[in-house]
């Protein structure tokens, strides 16, 4: 009965190569989101999805494309992955859309992409 | 620019004391914070949060501090217990939902006995 779950949760690859990560909710909410966390742990959002819409989609290479096939689900590809995209990728969501920020957060147990 | 400010980077508390972890903002739109509690291999989780219309906010041991003029916050863990030992993150964002969750770079917390 996970509440927001992610696949896979380790990931590795050589450069160039391309990847994805699924992620799903079972909460109910409009809202998902991807974020980015890097070595030294600093978390910042990457997008925000709204019932299958993109919201947000903060300073992000292209080479990163959100896919929301329903409101439960929100994957990240990758494309032409480079060494500087290793980190861990939490999937998040949260229920009111009007109030997409102020409302909880539920996060994934994260993604750990290593790119060799 | 780094819009929350967030320190210490780490802290060493001994069992039953206080811990406090300090941040502070830029953005004077700024109107909703809250603080997430991250434990090794897992997704952040919400701890508490508190809106500027209160200057302080308790749940259980943890209680935020707020001060809107010096626009910063502070988390107070009474009681540390070993179990608090984690990563903890400030965020700051406005309710009009204009801008995303803002994070602090995060403390971690290490409570021994």
């Known amino acids: 009965d996970t509440a927001v779950s992610q696949t896979p949760k380790y990931l590795v690859t050589q450069m160039g190569n391309d990847k994805s990560i699924k992620c799903e909710q079972n909460l109910g909410h409009d809202t998902m989101y991807w974020y980015k966390q890097d070595s030294k742990k600093f978390l910042k959002i990457m997008f925000s999805y709204n019932n299958k819409e993109l919201i947000i989609n903060e300073t992000v290479p292209n080479r990163f494309s959100p896919k929301s096939p329903d409101k439960a689900h929100l994957n990240l590809h990758i494309n032409s992955l480079e060494l500087g995209d290793s980190a861990v990728y939490f999937c998040?969501?949260?229920?009111?859309?009007?109030?997409?920020?102020?409302?909880?957060?539920?996060f994934g147990p994260g993604t750990r992409l290593t790119v060799l | 620019q780094q819009q929350v400010k967030q320190s210490p980077q780490s802290l060493i508390v001994q069992k039953g004391g206080i811990s406090i972890i300090n941040c502070a903002y830029e953005?004077?739109?700024?109107?909703?914070f809250p603080w997430y509690q991250q434990f090794p291999g897992k997704g952040p989780a919400l701890l508490i949060a508190?809106?500027?219309?209160?200057s302080e906010k308790k749940e259980g041991r943890f209680t935020i501090s707020f001060n809107k003029s010096a626009k910063q916050f502070s988390l107070h863990i009474m009681d540390s217990q070993p179990g608090d030992s984690a990563t903890y993150f400030c965020a700051a964002t406005d309710i009009s939902g204009n801008t995303p969750l803002v994070f602090g770079k995060g403390t971690r917390l290490s409570v021994i006995a």
């Open positions: 508190i809106r500027p219309d209160v």
């Open positions: 953005n004077t739109a700024f109107d909703y």
């Open positions: 998040a969501s949260s229920q009111d859309p009007g109030l997409a920020y102020t409302d909880t957060q539920y």
